[in-house]
């Protein structure tokens, strides 16, 4: 059940998740209650329905603490399951599994809320062909891992960052300004994919003539998103985002839009109710 993501270390996560758990002093608790010997079995499973993800995550955690453990994962991440669903079992030190357990939980809930609320939003728009995309409203540090719960739940991954993309926002275009000089300014540097956010139908052809590579339209309702779509005339891909909610998003995506992002499945989501409950060897 090894955790394998592009870009993230797993190890140094780990480490650091701890080190800020156990201080200089460590788990005094478990150290002055439990017998060095103690060993627990365990069981790791939700309350809820739920998409799972951070498994292999939370596994880690117990693995960094006993490499000895024995873990025995019963769903993968991106799993679909019903509450009282069993997510995995272990055995091992009850020090280590206590010592571990609010680490590996923390993730583990945090990760699926993500997934959860993720597939909610995906599962709204079947059918309208319109693809869900998240964003980088992400908890700083925990992007990779935010934007991986995601996928799971359905989503497909908008920038990962800074880097990976140009996105033409108002303020740009009030340095620049107008739309066509920011967008020519960023074509002349040499980058590839070019978002422009626009919140103007008369602000599109500006875009798009200067060489945008994907629209992004801005706080449009939906009628005015659909005569975007049809001005676009799929020249380029178009995104519709801005407030967009559960109740909402069919019908923008119904507008025949390529994508809808939104920034509430990292931004807004609870976190899953699962539980780990232990009993002794």
Known sequence: MAFVLDGFDLDAFLAATLAEDLGDGGDITSAAVIPAEARFRGVMASRDSITVAGLGVAAGFFRALDPEVTIVPLVEDGAAIAAGGVLMRLEGSARAMLTAERSAL???QHLSG???????YADRILGTGAILLDTRKTIPGLRRLEKYATRMGGAQNHRMGLWDAAMIKDNHVAVAGD??????????????????EVDRIDQIEPALAAG???LLLDNMTPAVLRGAVTLVGGRVPTEASGGVTLETIRDIAATGVTYVSVGRLTQSAPAADIGLDFALV
Request: proline share 0%; aromatic share 0%; charged share 15%.
């Open 106 to 108: 923390n993730t583990v």
């Open 114 to 120: 993500i997934a959860t609320l993720t597939r909610a």
């Open 179 to 196: 739309v066509g000089e920011a967008v020519a300014r960023a074509k002349a540097a040499g980058i590839a994919r070019i978002i422009v």
């Open 212 to 214: 945008a590579t994907h």
